[in-house]
């Protein structure tokens, strides 16, 4: 009755909703019937999402407002494949290092994101305003696995570096 889940039309898992206000019922749900794909949204109120030591198993992860100060939680996700950021505080600090089974990252990054150079197994990149300080692509060097890679309004002044994408297929600039 409290949390939102979002049903599609096709094939697709379900995807709930968690709800800082009926944490502990979403966290039921979430392992009572394994849901591998949650969102945690602007209705989400909490500074952290340490919630997520609970659920190692999420596999598709949405984040989405302002309200989230603290992203230690993400450290507990070992099988996280997708992970969609986007409407962030830009000035927070997160650490994608540790997300080494992380195939797929799409939205905004906070200003203050580091460790997107060790996501070894990335495939897929779709972000919007990725400032390297080089301003080249060599700070994503260490991604060799990258297929598709799509920035948005990026600060990007050269293409050195991009070289080193071996199995690179599609590269959009916008």
């Not at 939102?4 to 968690?18: F, K, W």
């Not at 009572?32 to 190692?56: A, Q, T, W």
Request: glycine share 8%; with cysteine.
């Amino acid at each position: 009755g409290n949390i939102e889940i979002v049903r599609y039309g096709d094939e697709t898992e379900d995807t709930l909703n968690v709800s800082s206000e009926y944490l502990s019922e979403s966290l039921e749900l979430i392992k009572g019937h394994n849901y591998k794909r949650i969102s945690v949204m602007g209705d989400y109120n909490l500074p952290d999402i340490d919630f997520l030591k609970e659920c190692p198993h999420i596999e598709i992860l949405n984040l989405s407002g302002g309200n989230i100060k603290d992203f230690e939680g993400l450290s507990f996700l070992e099988n996280l494949k997708t992970l969609s950021m986007n409407h962030l505080d830009k000035k927070v600090k997160v650490d994608l290092g540790k997300l080494t089974s992380l195939k797929e990252l799409y939205g905004e990054l906070p200003t203050r994101a580091t460790g997107l150079s060790n996501l070894k197994n990335l495939k897929r990149m779709q972000i919007w305003d990725y400032k390297p300080h080089s301003k080249t692509f060599a700070e994503l060097g260490e991604i060799k696995n990258l297929e598709v890679l799509h920035l948005i309004q990026a600060k990007i002044e050269s293409f050195e570096g991009i070289g080193q994408f071996r199995a690179l297929q599609e590269l959009n600039l916008y």
